[in-house]
């Protein structure tokens, strides 16, 4: 559907430079669309707004038309009459109305009929303005003008909210990025685990068939998979060797650790949880913000297993966040293909193998099949974000 062009934006007198000039623009450059089924009535009412410095004009006679041209090029302000035949002012404000795309055009009635049933109807339907006919020139360039000039505000302030909601979702992402790769440098001199990480589990998504908003979600939420590592000590979590039972307790800590550092939490609850999967969790719990609640649930469940095996909660199957069964194979596929204090680096074949063994037991079957159905495009991410050697 075709869409409006925005109006230029406009300023008083007294605005800085460059929003004056731009108010020079909505003097002469709008398009302006008049719909009377009298020719007469239209070329006057072009002719005075010519007089005004208005160039760009649509006119049309036949109502039954007018929709459709509307559509076809949406004018930057609409001249209405109410009474034609056929199809009535009011029933195009309405359809006008009803759009999206179309609302926001400032639609000026022209109309003989001044009766207050009349008028009320239109301003019901979202009228801008009144123009009585006969027209007066004194009257109609200054109301043409005035909701020009409101239009104008409400596209600048439109496209200021635009740029500045960008900005501040590209520094939230920043931050979280810092956050994980805080992180991720425990134990990893690059921090791109976690960047693979959620560039996996967005991958997954989206083969599952997740909006591509809730894939984003899910491929920023993933990188805080493992926050819970700020908690575990170094003497561990740098270990070259295997973990004796009591480190691999304290490891296991990390999920709930991770929760918890995105969480508001006070010193009596923070050393109640020192430790992996629960601390992350907990970390995360009580913040408003999608992106971090859906953090909080990966980073408490990203180790639970298909079979009811994994840790910290023992839950199985379905029971397991969608989330968490995303991050579970992503995290596993990344490990094995990465080179770690204790390890070296699987060949891709044997990642494989080993994720397969998986099936059922660690990993959610489904899940698996959209992994190895994005299969190319992961090897592409391990290549975009290979760690340095």
């Not at 160039?55 to 041209?69: G, L, N, P």
């Not at 195009?92 to 179309?102: G, P």
């Not at 999967?277 to 408490?300: N, W, Y």
Request: proline share 6%; glycine share 6%; aromatic share 4%.
């Amino acid at each position: 559907m075709t869409t409006l062009s925005p109006p230029p934006v406009t300023a008083s007198p007294a605005a800085p430079l460059a929003a004056v000039a731009t108010d020079a623009r909505v003097m002469t450059e709008p398009r302006v669309m008049i719909v009377d089924d009298e020719p007469l009535n239209v070329t006057v009412v072009r002719k005075f707004l010519q007089r005004a410095g208005y160039q760009r004009f649509e006119e049309v006679t036949d109502a039954t038309q007018a929709i459709a041209k509307i559509y076809a090029n949406p004018p930057d302000i609409l001249l209405l009459d109410l009474m034609m035949p056929q199809v009535s002012g009011l029933e195009i404000l309405e359809t006008i109305r009803t759009d999206r795309a179309l609302d926001p055009m400032p639609v000026l009635i022209l109309t003989a009929s001044c009766d207050s049933a009349t008028k009320a109807q239109a301003l019901n339907l979202g009228a801008t303005d009144f123009l009585a006919k006969p027209v007066d020139p004194n009257e109609l360039t200054p109301r043409v003008r005035n909701a020009l000039l409101v239009k104008g505000r409400e596209d600048a302030l439109e496209k200021l909210v635009a740029r500045r909601t960008v900005e501040l979702e590209r520094s939230r992402r920043e931050v979280i990025h810092c956050l994980a790769r805080a992180a991720e440098f425990r134990d990893n001199e690059t921090g791109r685990h976690v960047l693979r990480v959620g560039r996996y589990a967005g991958l997954i998504a989206r083969q599952l068939g997740s909006a591509e908003n809730d894939a984003q979600l899910i491929e920023v939420a993933a990188t805080l998979h493992d926050i819970g590592k700020i908690g575990i000590p170094d003497a561990i979590l740098l270990k070259p060797g295997k973990l004796d039972p009591e480190e691999f307790e304290l490891m296991q800590k990390h999920s709930a650790f991770g929760k918890k550092i995105v969480t508001s939490m006070d010193a009596s609850e923070f050393a109640a949880f020192i430790g992996h999967a629960k601390l992350g969790s907990i970390l995360l719990e009580d913040c408003t913000s999608p992106v971090l609640q859906l953090a909080s649930r990966i980073s408490l469940t990203h180790h639970e297993k298909w079979d009811g095996s994994g840790y910290p909660l023992g839950l199985a199957g379905a029971d397991i966040p969608i989330e968490g069964r995303i991050t579970a194979v992503a995290d596993v596929f990344d490990a094995l293909s990465s080179r770690r204090p204790y390890k070296a680096a699987f060949p891709l074949g044997k990642c494989l193998e080993i994720i397969e063994e998986g099936r059922g037991k660690h990993f959610d079957p489904e899940v698996l099949d959209a992994f190895q159905a994005q299969r190319d495009a992961i090897v592409q991410v391990q290549i975009e974000y290979a760690d340095d050697e």
